[in-house]
């Protein structure tokens, strides 16, 4: 069965950093890009970033790019997301997703998702 | 980015009813558009893929139809499990955008 679980959520405060992990497994890891998606209590969902099944690609939302880094080890089955410089906008639950390919930046879907960890920041 | 919308935004339906939900996305975008439920408390979950193609495990009474920049989810028969949230997403072009989703509510 594919499992993905997210950890590493909190409370911060503006202008500091987290990083969020998922763990992944029951799947060939190292063959699927994954992402990361959020979503702010109570409000739709919003795609973060993506990285491509050998890192060779990423992506990011404009909304993060230059403040949120995503990375993955294979060899770990996991998956992260380095948040710095946080805003208060940056609350929401933050799940991560796999891809139907190897490729973020190509059509695909994201299936399963993570149960979500909750990033809160407010001082 | 290509920007989604979703009508109603909320309904209420009755168990048996025939639902039906709107997506457009601001361009064409094939048929790289996909579905999901979420509950609430609960992370989101895929219903249709591509436009038409139902994911294995989801009741048949969810079906999926349209291309270009009119989709249509439609739940024949509704069941007390699916009052939920349903959202469209594109995936088209990066980055991947969501509709803002609808809530079908018990009436």
């Known amino acids: 069965e594919v499992q993905l679980v997210e950890s590493g959520g909190g409370l911060v405060q503006p202008g500091t950093s987290l990083r969020l992990s998922c763990a992944a497994s029951g799947f060939a890891f190292d063959d699927f890009a994954m992402h990361w998606v959020r979503q702010a209590p109570g409000k739709g969902l919003e795609w973060v970033a993506g990285i491509s099944s050998n890192s060779g690609s990423i992506v990011y939302a404009d909304s993060v790019k230059g403040r949120f880094t995503i990375s993955r080890d294979n060899a770990k089955t996991s998956l992260y997301l380095q948040m710095n410089s946080l805003r208060a906008d940056d609350t929401a639950f933050y799940y991560c997703?796999?891809?139907?390919?190897?490729?973020?930046?190509?059509?695909?879907?994201?299936?399963?998702w993570g149960p979500g960890t909750l990033v809160t920041v407010s001082s | 980015d290509i920007q989604m919308t979703q009508s109603p935004s909320s309904l209420s339906a009755s168990v048996g009813d025939r639902v039906t939900i709107t997506c457009r996305a601001s361009q064409n975008i094939y048929s790289f558009l996909h579905w999901y439920q979420q509950k609430p408390g609960e992370a989101p979950k895929l219903l249709i893929f591509?436009?038409?193609s139902l994911k294995s495990g989801v009741p048949s009474r969810f079906s999926g139809s349209g291309s270009g920049t009119d989709f249509t989810l439609t739940i024949d028969s509704l069941q007390p499990d699916d009052f939920a949230t349903y959202y469209c997403?594109?995936?088209?072009?990066?980055?991947?955008?969501f509709g803002p989703g609808t809530k079908v509510e018990i009436k």
């Open positions: 997403q594109q995936s088209y072009s990066t980055p991947r955008t």
């Open positions: 591509g436009a038409s």
């Open positions: 997703a796999k891809d139907m390919g190897p490729q973020a930046a190509r059509p695909g879907w994201f299936d399963p």
